[in-house]
C-alpha cells in the first residue's frame, strides 16, 4: 500500500469504529422510526437536510441499529466528505480509493454497509453508488446538504434505486426529549407541567432546535453557535458551491429574508428593495432553498401561473438561526410562531399554501386537490376581539369556498370551539398543538 493510501486508511480509522466497543450516538430522533424498516433493502437511503441537523448522528443511530442486529462493527464503513483531505481529492476516484483501502484492510469478503455523510461533495457519486447498488456488492446510505442532492443530470440513473427522507432541526417534542422531559406527552402530562412547558416553548420560539444549540447551557453560547451556523450555510454550503463572488449581496438576501419571517414577499420587492437584479434575486433565493435555509410558500390556486404571479410567504429553518441575525424577539413572537407552525406542516404529508380572498389565512393544506385543513397562527390574548374577528371572517370566507367544514385558530392561551354558520373554528394554545 502507498504512502497516501496508509495516510487515508489512518483517517478512516480515526472516523470508524472498528476497535470501538459501542457508539456514541446521542439522542434518538423520530425519524429513525421511518428509515428502520429499509435499512436492510437494497435501495440507497438517501439522508437530507439543513447543516447540523443532525444528520451524521443519525447515521450513527443506524449503525448501532445494525450492531444490535448482529453487524459486525468492520463491516460497516463511515466517510465522512467534509474531511479536509477528501475535500482536496475532488471526483468520484476519491470514493474508488477509500472503498478499495477499506475492503483490502478490514473486510475483504463480507456483505459491507456503507454511510457516505456530506456526499454532495463527491461530483458524480450518483454513478459509483449506481454501480454498487445494481451489482449488490454494498447497502448505501448518503446524506447531504442541498434539496437536489441527486444532480438534476443524474436522477434518471437513481430512478427507483433510492428512498429519500428529510432531517430538520428538532421538533418541539423531541425538543422537550433533550431538555429532559421524558415522553410520550400524553394530555394529563402535558396540563400537569403546562407552566414548564410554556417556558420552555418559550426558550425554544428564541433559540430553535439545531441540536447543538439546544444542548448548550448559556444564553451567549447558544447565540454564538447559531451565528456560526449562519456563517457556514452561507460561504461553505452557498458561496463554496456555487461559486459566488457577491457574498455581500448574498448576505443582504439571506438578512433580509430572516428579519421578514412569514412575510409576503416578491423578487420585484426585493429587488427594489436592495438594487439588485432580478435575476440575482431569483438565483439567491433559489440557492437558500436549496440549502433548506429558506422555504417560500405560494398563494393556494388550482392553476399555477395564478401561483407565480402572486408574492409567496416567507419561512426560514429555525428560527433560532433567525433571532441570532435579525436581533429581535418578543415584538416578533407572532412571526416565530408561525413559522414554527410552518415547518410542523411541512413534516407531515400534504401541499402547504396561504389562502388570500376578503381575508388571508396563514395556512392551507392540500392532498392532492382537496383542502384538508385551514389554520390562522395568532398570539391574541383574551381581549383582542377585533383581532380575533379578523382571523374568523377570513377563515369563515375560507372555509365558504373549499368546503372545509373545521378551521383552525392557534393562540398564544386561548382554547375554544366556536359555531359558526360555515361548521366550527377551534382554538387551540400553541404549545398544546405543537406536542399534540
Not at 428502520?36 to 447543516?51: C, F, N, Q, T, Y
Not at 453508488?129 to 446524506?143: C, N, P, S, W
Not at 380572498?357 to 392551507?364: I, K, P, S, T, Y
Request: aromatic residues 12%.
Amino acid at each position: 500500500m502507498s504512502q497516501d493510501d496508509n495516510k487515508l486508511f489512518d483517517i478512516l480509522v480515526k472516523w470508524n469504529f472498528w476497535d470501538k466497543a459501542s457508539i456514541e450516538a446521542g439522542y434518538p430522533r423520530t425519524l429513525n422510526s421511518q428509515i428502520l424498516p429499509h435499512i436492510a433493502s437494497p435501495e440507497i437511503i438517501v439522508i437530507k437536510g439543513v447543516r447540523r441537523s443532525g444528520k451524521s448522528t443519525l447515521m450513527l443511530q443506524l449503525m448501532n441499529v445494525l450492531r444490535g442486529r448482529g453487524v459486525p462493527a468492520e463491516d460497516m464503513l463511515y466517510i465522512n466528505f467534509e474531511e479536509p483531505l477528501f475535500i482536496e481529492q475532488q471526483g468520484v476516484e476519491i470514493l474508488d480509493r477509500l472503498y478499495r483501502i477499506y475492503r483490502e484492510r478490514i473486510n475483504p469478503q463480507r456483505f459491507p454497509y456503507v454511510f457516505l455523510d456530506e456526499i454532495q461533495h463527491v461530483p458524480e457519486w450518483e454513478r459509483w453508488a449506481r454501480v454498487k447498488t445494481d451489482l449488490r456488492e454494498a447497502k448505501l446510505f448518503v446524506t447531504g446538504s442541498s434539496a437536489n442532492l441527486v444532480g438534476a443530470e443524474y436522477s434518471t440513473l437513481l430512478t427507483g434505486r433510492n428512498l429519500s427522507f428529510t432531517v430538520y432541526p428538532l421538533s418541539f417534542t423531541e425538543f422537550l426529549l433533550f431538555k429532559g422531559c421524558e415522553g410520550p406527552f400524553a394530555p394529563l402530562f402535558l396540563t400537569r407541567n403546562e407552566p414548564l412547558i410554556r417556558n420552555l416553548l418559550r426558550e425554544y420560539l428564541q433559540f430553535g432546535g439545531f441540536p447543538e444549540v439546544v444542548l448548550r447551557e448559556t444564553a451567549t453560547g447558544k447565540e454564538k453557535l447559531l451565528k456560526q451556523y449562519f456563517e457556514d450555510l452561507l460561504y461553505r454550503d452557498i458561496v463554496s458551491r456555487y461559486r459566488l463572488r457577491d457574498v455581500r449581496t448574498l448576505k443582504n438576501i439571506a438578512l433580509y429574508c430572516m428579519t421578514n419571517v412569514s412575510s409576503l414577499f416578491s423578487y420585484t420587492r426585493l429587488k427594489n428593495v436592495l438594487s439588485v437584479p432580478l435575476d440575482v434575486v431569483r438565483n439567491y433565493t433559489g440557492y437558500m432553498a436549496e440549502t433548506y435555509m429558506i422555504r417560500e410558500v405560494p398563494k393556494h390556486s388550482f392553476k399555477i401561473n395564478e401561483q407565480l404571479r402572486n408574492p409567496k410567504k416567507i419561512y426560514v429553518m429555525d428560527n433560532g438561526l433567525r433571532n441570532a441575525v435579525s436581533y429581535r424577539f418578543s415584538e416578533d413572537l407572532g412571526r416565530l410562531a408561525e413559522n414554527a407552525v410552518y415547518w410542523r406542516l411541512l413534516r407531515q404529508e400534504g401541499d402547504v399554501f396561504y389562502y388570500k380572498n376578503r381575508g388571508e389565512v396563514d395556512f392551507l393544506v392540500r392532498k392532492g386537490m382537496q383542502a384538508t385543513n385551514l389554520i390562522q397562527v395568532s398570539m391574541i390574548g383574551e381581549e383582542e376581539n377585533s383581532a380575533l374577528q379578523r382571523e374568523l371572517d377570513a377563515l369563515a370566507d375560507a372555509m365558504q369556498n373549499l368546503g372545509v367544514v373545521e378551521g383552525m385558530i392557534i393562540t398564544e392561551s386561548r382554547e375554544e370551539i366556536l359555531e359558526i354558520p360555515q361548521g366550527k373554528i377551534r382554538m387551540v394554545p400553541l404549545w398544546k398543538w405543537l406536542t399534540s
